[in-house]
């Protein structure tokens, strides 16, 4: 159950935006277009290849932003779904989740957290069994394994990879890793993560999907910082985000920032936030006795901080395909 303060009792009740305004935005100019290149190269090495594990944010689950070219592309190899930052999604409804998933297609679904290493020791033993029940296609005499590990930017693929190989070999990191998409870029050598079995890893860049369904699709995305902020605006995220909060009556931004309530404005908010943290700018304005220096709210710093404090967990948990689970 989720728990609401007391002092957010009445903001419980209040009525919050039912749609968020979606219209005008151009979601092509947000994404970068030249992925491409990313997946031939992961095709390329396909044929050193047991097994894909594919990664994807736990928020964002089933279906934004999720490639549908991987699994059309990177043929019949076992497939492996890891639904990361778990800490970071509301899972109560992790049997619907799982349901849904399966009538999608994907049976074989671990939820991980790399921070806390939580169900990453379940990775190898999952591999190790979905390709002794395959046929490894020009493989078979080969006594190690090779997993590649694929997913769009910024879910944590790196991270998995260095918490396999913490978990399994005591070893620091073995690869880069960023809060801002599109630290990996290319298709890096083999990587170990584990002595026995012998596992290889192959970290990948993140590549997304050709096309975004939708706006607000693309907002998820953004929201779960799969894009540079800045394509498409720091405070533009920060309303979808606002939005989102007190739809589902997630009020965690209240305590966290010490406002007086929950308000479904932006411009309200980050005034707030901007006051709060000291995010504050001199700005001249011309008037009829001359230039006079105003201290207005940096809403575009503030805007920045909360959604930094959204994507750390400090708002509290999330999920943002709510309504994909809703029932019909």
């Not at 076992?78 to 049976?107: C, F, S, T, W, Y």
């Not at 029940?133 to 998995?160: A, D, Q, T």
Request: aromatic fraction near 6%.
């Amino acid at each position: 159950m989720r728990l609401v303060p007391r002092a957010l009792w009445n903001a419980a009740g209040a009525s919050w935006r039912e749609n968020f305004p979606l219209g005008g935005r151009d979601v092509a100019r947000w994404f970068p277009g030249h992925m491409a290149k990313g997946l031939k190269k992961m095709q390329s090495s396909l044929k050193l290849v047991d097994c894909i594990i594919e990664v994807h944010d736990a928020r964002i689950i089933p279906l934004s932003g999720r490639n549908p070219l991987f699994q059309e592309t990177l043929g019949l190899k076992p497939h492996l779904l890891v639904l990361n930052k778990m800490d970071l999604a509301d899972l109560r409804e992790q049997k619907k989740i799982l349901q849904h998933l399966e009538g999608e297609g994907m049976k074989n679904v671990i939820f991980t957290s790399c921070v806390k290493d939580e169900n990453v020791k379940q990775i190898i033993p999952t591999v190790t069994e979905l390709i002794g029940n395959s046929y490894r296609y020009h493989r078979g005499e080969n006594l190690e394994y090779c997993v590649m590990v694929i997913g769009i930017p910024n879910v944590g693929k790196s991270s998995l990879i260095n918490s396999i190989r913490r978990l399994h070999l005591r070893k620091g990191k073995a690869t880069r890793v960023g809060g801002q998409p599109g630290v990996t870029r290319t298709v890096m050598s083999r990587i170990q993560v584990c002595e026995r079995p012998l596992v290889f890893l192959l970290d990948t860049p993140g590549v997304l999907a050709p096309r975004i369904e939708s706006v607000e699709m693309g907002l998820k995305l953004a929201l779960c910082g799969t894009v540079l902020d800045h394509l498409v605006g720091e405070e533009t995220i920060a309303d979808y985000l606002l939005y989102t909060l007190n739809r589902q009556q997630l009020f965690g931004y209240v305590p966290h920032y010490s406002l007086g309530g929950a308000c479904d404005s932006v411009e309200s908010v980050l005034k707030r936030v901007a006051v709060k943290l000291g995010k504050t700018q001199k700005v001249k304005v011309l008037t009829g006795t001359g230039n006079v220096n105003v201290v207005q709210p940096n809403y575009s710093a503030a805007a920045s901080d909360f959604l930094r404090a959204f994507r750390s967990g400090l708002l509290g948990p999330v999920m943002l395909d709510q309504d994909v689970l809703a029932p019909c």
